[in-house]
């Protein structure tokens, strides 16, 4: 089975401009979903050329499914029984791709992986082509199963540090500052649009996987507002570390004679989303009980 992963797209250059309500998100979104075109590309270092290509577009609710390609100079190669030798044929254009689905009204990105588009470049690659196509600056989080993070860390004797990633929030910025005990303002006020915060102990019981602090970071990964590194000991006394991007992605299964097959592509990623979503609410419910409750 191949895996679909899926990540959520915040508005990071222009956030403070959102915040003083100079501008939308629904504005900036439908920005990005304007500027994404076969017609716009990017290259890399080494001489490969970037873009999408064979698109559908759902104009209505801003979805679209198609193909990211990676396009550079190479060989193909083929085996001819007659001669009992292999055939090498150069092609300029010779390309590896991968199929995604993306729900830009909602923010959230569905992709495949391939081994010249794992999933960092992915990510990279769809925040330049949308500053490039759209001039909106965005950030993908990878989308964590955060039930499998609880599991997880689980495995650890002791937790002795945390390192978190964090970007300001699309969505509420009351439940942020709660859950990561930042001023959104004083975020602003400094201009600083990525943040990264580092939580080390000498103590010999380590880092509480079930403080506040902990849980509440959990909850900003599942939001999509962080991504989470955890370093320790296990239980045999081995280093551990436990990355919420590489341990913990929300996956979803797509058999790997339809991982280009447009229409199981948007099925399993619109599937994907919705529990995504589901997953959302249900936090910022908690969160909202909570509060009641103070």
Partial sequence: MGKMYFAKMNVNEEIFEVYDGDKSISELTKKVFSGISSSVDIHDEFGGRIKFFDLDFDTTLLRVTG???YIKKGVHSSYDPETDDAIDTTDDNKIEYISFYFDVQNEILAYMSALALGRKKVLDYFERLIKKGSGVGVVFIQAANI???????LRFQRIS??????????????????????????IQESNATKIEQSFQTQ???????????????????GLGYSELKFSGKDKTGNDLEISSNQNTPYTRNVSRDQ????????????????????????????????????
């Fill in 67 to 69: 193909n990211l390609g």
């Fill in 147 to 153: 039930t499998d993070i609880q599991r997880e860390i």
């Fill in 203 to 221: 103590r010999k019981a380590g880092i509480k996987r079930d403080s506040a602090l902990v849980q509440n970071y959990i909850k900003t990964t």
């Fill in 259 to 294: 991982v280009k097959n447009h229409t199981v592509i948007s099925e399993v990623g619109e599937a994907g989303v919705l529990s995504i979503l589901k997953n959302r609410t249900e936090i910022a419910l908690g969160l909202k009980h909570n509060k009641t409750q103070k």
């Fill in 161 to 186: 540090k945390l390192v978190v990633r964090l970007v300001p929030p699309n969505g509420d910025k009351k439940d942020f500052e709660e859950l990561a005990s930042l001023s959104v303002d004083r």
